[in-house]
């Protein structure tokens, strides 16, 4: 017998499925998190220009941007699986792979950091060899400590003839200030950018310049996330790479995005400054095919510089560290 009851009932059931999917997204958004550094700044700028700019919601990622406390701690917390994605110095994040840490760098966005030596201008430091017999503040856990290392070890210069002294990013810059050291490690904006604001003269003296030309700020995951969900990674590198693209053709409307966002952010003439100058020019080195991928014989290179640094990298040595799998086929050209 023909069921009018449950033919009635069919129908609506289809029309009520049909009514939720003409008013549901048709895929929900891929919740994500990545944890930064530090906290957020002209490092990160791509990554939270490309959020404003609505790169991540155009690929399906619904991204939560957490501060960090320095890339060691953020290549643990990769390590340990409690973020998906991390931006840390390479160099941090190498080290703990090194030891077993299943990580892998995917995308360098400094292709060689913009760390070094900062001195007051009539201090007489200029090369390497020019440390002997001063004294010098670094930060302890920092991205800068393997680097200064192997650009003291690459000039030849007697590490032991330098008065190295272990301090915090800020009181070293007041140290510097003071002339109680004669020089500081950092990026420019640490205390070069500060420094010029309160009318002091300094220079810097770049490690990359000296043979310790490593990639800087990179993104890392965990190999088997990367495994696990290919295409996330994919969408995740495409749409940061054009954050950092887009940071570079207006880096004015890129530092208003980082100070909406983050009104406690430093200032903005200070952040357009190290911008420009600085973080900018170090998101390619020469030879460079594009944004996010070294030239061909650079992670060679710096395989060396970290294996002089760290010891032996483990099996597979530079090769095992960095993956360019996930990169997207037409990379954003170089600033």
């Known amino acids: 017998m023909f069921n009018l009851r449950k033919c009635w009932t069919g129908a609506a059931g289809i029309g009520l499925v049909l009514a939720a999917a003409a008013t549901s997204p048709v895929g929900a958004a891929e919740k994500a998190k990545v944890t930064l550094n530090w906290l957020p700044n002209n490092g990160a700028i791509g990554i939270i220009y490309a959020e404003a700019l609505g ?9 939560e941007i957490e501060p960090g406390k320095g ?33 892998k760098i995917i995308a360098p966005i400094q292709q060689a950091g913009d760390w070094g030596v900062t001195s007051l201008k009539d201090t007489p430091i200029s090369s390497p060899k020019d440390l ?12 800068e400590l393997p680097l200064f290392d192997a650009m003291v070890r690459v000039n030849g ?17 007041s140290l510097l200030a003071e002339k109680k050291v004669d020089a500081i490690g950092g990026a420019p904006a640490d205390a070069l950018i500060p420094l010029a604001e309160r009318g002091i003269e300094a220079k810097q003296m770049f490690f990359k310049d000296w043979g310790a030309a490593i990639p800087g700020l990179s993104l890392i995951a965990r190999e088997d996330k990367l495994q696990a969900n290919p ?5 995740f590198i495409d749409a940061t790479l054009k954050g ?19 009104p406690d952010a430093e200032a903005k003439a200070s952040l357009l400054e190290d911008l420009t100058k600085f973080s900018a020019p170090s998101w390619c080195m020469p030879g460079s095919p594009g944004m996010g991928k070294l030239p061909a014989d650079a992670w060679a290179k710096a395989g060396e510089i970290l294996t002089a640094t760290f010891g032996p990298l483990g099996k597979g040595g530079i090769e095992a560290m960095y993956t360019e799998a996930y990169l997207p086929s037409e990379l954003p050209p170089c600033p």
């Open 132 to 143: 002997e017999g001063k004294s010098i503040a670094l930060q302890p856990g920092s991205a």
């Open 55 to 63: 790169f991540y919601k155009d690929a399906g990622i619904e991204l």
């Open 157 to 173: 210069v007697d590490r032991s003839k330098i008065d190295i002294q272990m301090f915090s990013g800020a009181s070293a810059m």
């Open 231 to 235: 295409e996330f990674y994919k969408k």
């Open 71 to 103: 890339s060691g701690v953020t290549s643990q917390l990769v390590a340990g699986g409690s973020t998906d994605v991390g931006l840390a110095a390479a160099s941090s994040a190498i080290g703990i792979a090194a030891k077993g840490a299943p990580l």
């Open 244 to 262: 950092y693209a887009a940071a570079a053709k207006d880096p004015e409307a890129a530092i208003d995005a980082l100070r909406e966002r983050y």
